[in-house]
Structure formats: C-alpha cells, structure tokens
C-alpha cells in the first residue's frame, strides 16, 4: 500500500497537527523531498517532533524514511485516488448515473485495493481453506454483505453459517473450536457491537478474520487477520453505495483466490 493512501485513508482519524501535516504532503509531494523535518515543521506550523511522530504513526522510523517513501510512490506513480481522478478527467464520461457511479466506484475499488496488501489476502484464503467452520457475523448494515459471504462458501464445500440476530450470534461463537474461524465483516460503524463476539470466538481457540473500514476500530484491532475497505468521499446514501461494493469487492476477491486454489 502506498504511504500516500494511507495518509488519505487515515486522515479521518487523525489529529489536527497530523492532519495539516497530511494535507500538506498530500498537496504538494513533489516539493516534499527538498523539505527537513524542521522545514515542514515551520511551514506547518507544528514542532518538529510531531512531524518524528507523524512519520512513526505511519509505520515509519523517522521522517527520512516516510520522505523515502513518499519520493518513490510520486516517481513511481502510485498516487491511488489522485491518478484516478487524473484518469478520469481525460474520459469522455457523459452526464449520466450508470457511469457518474462508474468512475466514483473505481476510485474505491482502486484505494481498497491497493490498501489490502496481497500477503494479507492469501492469509485470509489460506485460513479460510483450514477452518472446519466459519461463522459470520455482521453489522445491521452489512448483511447483506455477510449473506452473499456465507452464499458463496456453502456452494464451494465450506461449512459457513450467518444469522442476523446479534443474540445468536452470540451464542452460536460458543461452539466455535481452535481450527474454526470466526469473520467480523462491519460497515461505517457498530463494529463495538461484535467485539464480545470476537472475544469469545478467541477464547475457544477460534481465529478471528475481519473486513471493515480503514481506520483504528475495535473489530479490527481484536482481530488475527485484518481485511479493510478505504471509504469514499461522499456523505449519506452515496457513501454507503460505494463502501458496500467495495466490501463486495473483497469478498469476491477471496473467493477468486479459493477458486484458484482448487483449480
């Protein structure tokens, strides 16, 4: 994943300071590497050692290296939504939902892709291909979601349940054993809702795999294998349209790669 988009994916959850040191990185890039550490301080406006820590909450050592590896992704072109809104201005797209939805759909394709980083990926196929079970469990607003999962897995051999009432999620968790696996999949929000039963599904010796937005949230963090969605721009009805086909997206992409593996 670039460091680019995960500034961009990140930026939502970010302090003031780290989010005008996102923004400034993010608007001008190409500038970045003729920049110390006090420089981008002092245009900032911030001190030094929040730029040291900006970096390392990035994943970084220290600043030299997130400049490394923000010089790269700018040579190398890897900008995630910046050159697909690039992209997109050079087509010839007329007025018209099919593909205004179109363009906005691969722009979080692209980020959500470029976010889950393939080792990720074949860890998740790889558990699910050694798990005896798999239970679902979801938000209200991903069930959708969740049901096509538990579809998909039942038509290729696997043992998946998914049921909506959050009380028998509950208690279905309990009969989860060590070589089970338990998936959190979670829209914009209420993943805190399934923490308990991420809990449980450890405490009986269950993996725990999930699929939720990029960001810091509880779902993800009591989780073995962490899968993500990069949420658009758009507000409302928008925003969940497309988040919801990006998580489509994923779920489809394990089930490619388990589709490979028995070919």
């Given at each position: ?10 930026r939502?959850?970010m ?30 406006g911030?001190?030094?050692?929040s ?20 010089y ?93 009432s ?24 209420g ?41 658009p ?31």
């Amino acid at each position: 994943m670039t460091c680019l988009l995960k500034m961009r994916a990140m930026r939502d959850q970010m302090s003031v300071n780290e989010r005008k040191l996102a923004d400034f990185i993010l608007e001008n890039t190409k500038l970045l590497r003729d920049y110390s550490s006090q420089q981008l301080a002092d245009v900032v406006g911030v001190s030094q050692s929040s730029v040291v820590k900006f970096s390392q909450k990035l994943g970084y050592k220290g600043y030299p290296s997130l400049k490394l590896a923000v010089y790269e992704t700018y040579a190398g072109g890897g900008l995630g939504a910046g050159l697909v809104e690039e992209a997109g201005a050079n087509f010839s797209y007329s007025d018209t939902p099919l593909r205004l939805l179109a363009q906005k759909k691969l722009e979080v394709l692209e980020n959500t892709t470029n976010i889950n980083e393939a080792d990720y990926l074949r860890e998740a196929v790889a558990a699910i291909q050694a798990t005896r079970c798999i239970q679902i469990a979801a938000c209200a607003g991903s069930a959708a979601v969740a049901q096509y999962l538990a579809h998909q897995l039942l038509e290729l051999g696997y043992w998946a349940v998914y049921d909506q009432s959050g009380q028998l999620q509950k208690s279905m968790v309990n009969s989860l054993e060590g070589q089970d696996l338990l998936c959190i999949i979670c829209d914009m929000g209420g993943e805190e809702s399934l923490v308990e039963v991420a809990n449980s599904a450890r405490t009986q010796g269950a993996k725990v795999m999930s699929l939720t937005r990029y960001n810091y949230n509880a779902a993800s963090i009591h989780s073995d294998i962490r899968l993500y969605v990069v949420p658009p721009e758009e507000n409302g009805a928008m925003q969940r349209l497309l988040f919801r086909s990006a998580q489509l997206h994923v779920i489809e992409s394990l089930i490619s790669g388990l589709l490979a593996v028995e070919k």
